[in-house]
Structure formats: structure tokens, C-alpha cells
């Protein structure tokens, strides 16, 4: 499905790079030491989350998987988070899982591969995700016939008797037309048959979407705790996007149990799970989390909601703020029959990843205002929480001057970290000519969209002379980029 793409749909050239000498790196802001709560990194490099699609369907750790980290630890980023994993033991393809115990050894060795590649030198944390049930787009018939639970109301709007049979009423049904059909489903009804069925926090008639603020602070302090056993340095709670703490964090979230419906109930549960974990793990284990700077939507959450939650979540104790951008459902394609929504193919999710086609605003450090404004208000209520910034940043230059202007304490790149694991390696060399700059051209996301296994189109192509290269489930692909002699591990 292709993404969407601003009307104006500008190419905008890569920025031109400067890359230092070792010397001047080793003086620079991005280079030097940041504390993270209790954990120190080395520098304030950072490699936001990335699902790569190479856990197993039971969602462990594989050998893919650790290969996958380790090549992103050779780099040696001050900070590398593991991809959304999930905090529920349930079925949810190959994304990893850290709802169950016996996660932990398949964690502890992604760990210890970490630690090794990195000669210690990049904290680790993993980032916990819960999502709500998501269903494909199904087949008109089978919907009708199937899925639609017949109601009175569909009986009477189709002039039959509630007491008619279920069957009949499916197979009047079948025979609307589009408008028909539309005018006797409800507006969920027909988002279900046009997109499949989504669940939302705000379903509280559903007895276990009710039952999230009673259950999330539990699920996510024992993914935590699982977390700290396994020998990561942190979490971060997964508080963007499309998923379930960032809708009920969203102006959409009008929940009348307390848990929405304003700021402060908005805010209520992020910060009961926020407790809930904090007191299973303790003050020497960092705990923060990834939110949106603006969710870009219609009645959406913007930028001063984002600041409104960053100063509660730094006057909570969080270790870090991350930010980041759009990414919803609410605006995304319509899926072909039989694929699911996914919340990166309408502008929000443009937002989130924006490529080179963009607007006069371009892709490159389109969060930065955003972030700082956080930054601003958390700094002004009294708190040093260390806040992450992310988005279209991959140059030296920028990611200093993001740093040197108040934006950030700490600057992340997920697409330019893809496309060169270690170049964070070669700028602290000197060597930053050698850099394989990213494209922004989203081949990477196109991957991720499919659930195939991403990759770059800058080294995924194997060379003959590599028939050793772990390539991708259907042979075409290297799975990791080469090596490069990086000097402080060598
Ligand atoms: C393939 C891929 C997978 C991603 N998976 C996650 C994820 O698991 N969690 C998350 O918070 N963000 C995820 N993101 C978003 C990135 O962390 C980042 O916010 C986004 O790519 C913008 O940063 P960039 O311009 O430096 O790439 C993903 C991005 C890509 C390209
Ligand atoms: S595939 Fe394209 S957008 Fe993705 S990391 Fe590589 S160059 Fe960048």
C-alpha cells in the first residue's frame, strides 16, 4: 500500500554533511556522557526502536534477531532500544514477547551479544507495547454472512419483523448495494467491513477494554521486572502511536470511567502504569517513555498536550522523555481485502517517518520544534529529564546543533542508524565521509508495512563474492550490512 504523501510533494536533496575530525567529535556535545536516571551512556547517540520482523511467531528471540542487534552494538550508540515488544503472552506474529517468563533467557542472551559487540560501551533498553485487537478487511460476503452480528435495528431498516431469522436478514444484506449497506450498518459496522474490525479504549462496553486500567499497570510492571532480569538497563514504556497508552494519553479518549474525557484523566493511566512499574523495579533500574510531540491528526493531541504530558511524566520520576510523531490509525489507508489497517500509510504516519517527497518543511528534523517546546516546559518546572529527539536527523551538524540549541539532551536516529549501523563509529573516528547516508526514500518501511524483514536498499543486495550473508526468508536479501573494522572494538 503506498504511503501518503503531502500534496505539495517537493524532492527535497539530502542536506549537505560535515563531517568533524576525531578531535573535534571527541569534543562534541553529541559525544559526550548523559545521565539517563541511574544508568550513565557514554555518549547521547541513541537508536530508537525498530521492528525488524525477526522474532519467531511465539515471539522469542532468534538467532536473526540477535544478529540483527548485535550489528547496530558494533556502532556502539550510547543508547539502543530493543523494538516494541510485546507485554502479553498472545499471538501477534513476529514481534517479540516479554509477557511470560519463560522470555527471559532468549532476552538475557540479546543482552549479552549487546554488551559483547559494544565492548560494553552501548546501555541497552527495551521498549514495552500493548496493543488492541486488530482484524483483517474481510470479504464483503463473508462479513454479511459471518462476522456482522445481526441487531433489531438492521431487521427494522430492512423492513423486516424482529422476529425474522438472522439468516434472512444476512441475506438482504448481501444484496444492498455500497449506499444501502451504508445506511443500515452503523458507523463501526461499516468500518469493520471497509477496514476491519479495530478496537479502541474507548469501547468500555467491552468488558476487557473496561478492564485496561485495571489490568495494564500489572502487565507492564512484570514485563518490566522480566526486563531488568534479563540485564536490560531500562525500559521505555510505549506511549506513541497507534497503540493502546498513547490513545488513552489522545484528546479522542472521551472514557467517562476517569480514564479519559480530560488532561488529567487522559494522563491517569500512563501514570498508574508508570507507578506500577517504577515500584516493581525500583529507583536503579531507568524507566521512561516514548510519546508523541503532536499525534497530527484531526481532534487530535498537539504539541501543547505533548508539553502538558512530558512536565507530568518528568514530575513523576520518569528517566527520559522520547518524542515522537503521528503514526495513527485514525487517518490510515484503506487496506485490500484480507491485509489489516496500518497506522503509517496516512499523514500522521507520513509524520512519523516523512520521506525526501515532502512539503516545503521537508522530512529533516520535523519534530525539533515540537520537542523543544517539551524540553522548554519540563526545564522551566524544574526538572533535568534528559528528553530524546528523533525525526530526519542524519548529520553531524544537525544533530549538534539540536543539542547546542536547547531542542534535545540527547539526539536519535532510527533510518540513518539503518542504512549505517556504525556511523556513529565512523563520525567519532573521523571518518565520516565513509558514512552510507540514508535516502529517506522509506524502502526500509515498505518492508516493515508488509511484515517483511527489514532491510536497506543501500547493502541489502548480496555481493557474489559473499555467498555466506544470512539472507531473508525469500533468498534475495543480506539480512545485516557488512562489517567495517570499527577502531574501538576492533
Ligand atoms: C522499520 C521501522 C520500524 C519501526 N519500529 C518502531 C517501533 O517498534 N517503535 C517505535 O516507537 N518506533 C518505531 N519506528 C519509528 C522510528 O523509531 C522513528 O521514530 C522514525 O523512523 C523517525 O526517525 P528517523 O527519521 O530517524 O527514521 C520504526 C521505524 C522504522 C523505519
Ligand atoms: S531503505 Fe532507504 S529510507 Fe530506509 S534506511 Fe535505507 S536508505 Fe534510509
Known amino acids: 500500500m503506498a504511503m501518503w504523501q503531502p500534496p505539495s510533494k517537493i524532492v527535497h536533496p ?9 578531535d573535534e567529535a571527541a569534543r562534541a556535545r553529541w559525544f559526550q556522557p548523559a545521565d539517563v536516571g541511574p544508568v550513565c551512556l557514554r555518549e547521547r547517540t541513541w537508536v530508537p526502536a525498530m521492528v ?34 510485546g507485554i502479553r503472552d498472545v499471538a501477534s506474529g513476529p514481534l517479540l514477547r516479554i509477557g511470560e517468563d519463560r522470555f527471559v533467557p532468549g532476552l538475557s542472551t540479546l543482552v549479552e551479544t549487546v554488551r559483547r559487540a559494544s565492548g ?47 439468516d434472512d436478514a444476512r441475506a438482504r444484506l448481501a444484496q444492498l448495494d455500497d449506499a444501502g449497506l451504508r445506511a443500515v450498518l452503523d458507523a463501526r459496522e461499516w468500518e469493520a467491513l471497509e477496514r476491519g474490525h479495530r478496537e479502541r479504549v474507548t469501547d468500555v462496553h467491552l468488558p476487557h477494554v473496561a478492564r485496561l486500567p485495571a489490568e495494564l499497570p500489572g502487565l507492564f510492571a ?25 490513545s488513552f494519553l489522545s484528546r479522542t479518549n472521551d472514557r467517562a470511567d476517569g480514564y479519559g474525557g480530560s488532561p488529567d484523566g487522559r494522563l491517569r493511566l500512563p501514570l498508574e502504569v508508570f507507578a506500577a512499574v517504577r515500584a516493581q523495579v525500583g529507583a536503579g533500574f531507568a524507566v521512561g517513555c516514548r510519546f ?40 490510515a489507508a484503506q487496506p485490500q481485502v484480507g491485509e489489516a489497517v496500518y497506522p503509517y500509510t496516512g499523514r500522521s504516519g507520513y509524520e512519523c517517518m516523512p520521506t525526501v517527497r515532502s512539503d516545503a518543511a521537508g522530512p529533516f528534523g520535523r519534530n525539533a520544534e515540537a520537542t523543544r517546546a517539551v524540553r522548554l516546559a519540563v526545564r522551566a518546572n524544574g526538572f533535568q529529564t534528559p528528553v530524546v529527539v528523533c525525526g530526519g536527523i542524519g548529520t553531524f551538524d544537525h544533530a549538534e546543533a539540536l543539542l547546542a540549541d536547547g531542542t534535545a539532551d540527547i539526539v536519535a536516529a532510527a533510518r540513518q542508524s539503518l542504512a549505517d549501523p556504525d ?11 565513509e558514512v552510507r547516508r540514508c535516502l529517506y526514500t522509506n524502502y526500509c518501511e515498505a518492508l516493515d508495512q508488509q511484515h517483511r524483514e527489514v532491510t536497506c536498499q543501500l547493502w541489502d543486495r548480496p555481493a557474489p563474492d559473499d555467498p555466506l550473508a544470512a539472507r531473508s526468508r525469500d533468498g534475495k536479501r543480506r539480512l545485516v550490512p557488512p562489517p567495517w573494522p570499527n577502531p574501538a572494538i576492533a
Open 222 to 246: 512484570a514485563a518490566a521486572r522480566r526486563a531488568r532480569d534479563a540485564g536490560f538497563d531500562g525500559v521505555e514504556l510505549h506511549y506513541a502511536h497507534a497503540y493502546t497508552m498513547a
Open 52 to 85: 525488524p520482523w525477526r522474532a519467531s511467531e511465539s515471539g522469542d528471540v532468534t538467532p536473526e534477531v540477535l544478529a540483527w542487534y548485535e550489528r547496530f552494538a558494533r556502532g556502539c550508540p550510547g543508547a539502543l532500544v530493543v523494538e516494541a515488544t
Open 292 to 331: 508523541l510531540a503532536d499525534e497530527c491528526i484531526p481532534g487530535g493531541s498537539d504539541p501543547s498536550d505533548a508539553v502538558r504530558h512530558g512536565v507530568a511524566f518528568a514530575r513523576a520520576g520518569m528517566d527520559f522523555l522520547s518524542l515522537s510523531r503521528g503514526g495513527k490509525f485514525d487517518d
Open 423 to 433: 556511523w556513529f563509529a565512523k563520525v567519532r573516528a573521523g571518518r565520516g565521509a
Open 120 to 166: 560494553g560501551r552501548t546501555r541497552l533498553f527495551i521498549q514495552l507495547i500493548d496493543f488492541l485487537a486488530l482484524r483483517r478487511r474481510p470479504p464483503r460476503d463473508k462479513y454479511l454472512a459471518q462476522f456482522l452480528r445481526v441487531r433489531p435495528a438492521h431487521k427494522t431498516a430492512l423492513g423486516l419483523s424482529i422476529d425474522a431469522g438472522d
Open 14 to 22: 539530502l542536506p549537505p554533511a560535515r563531517w568533524p575530525s576525531a
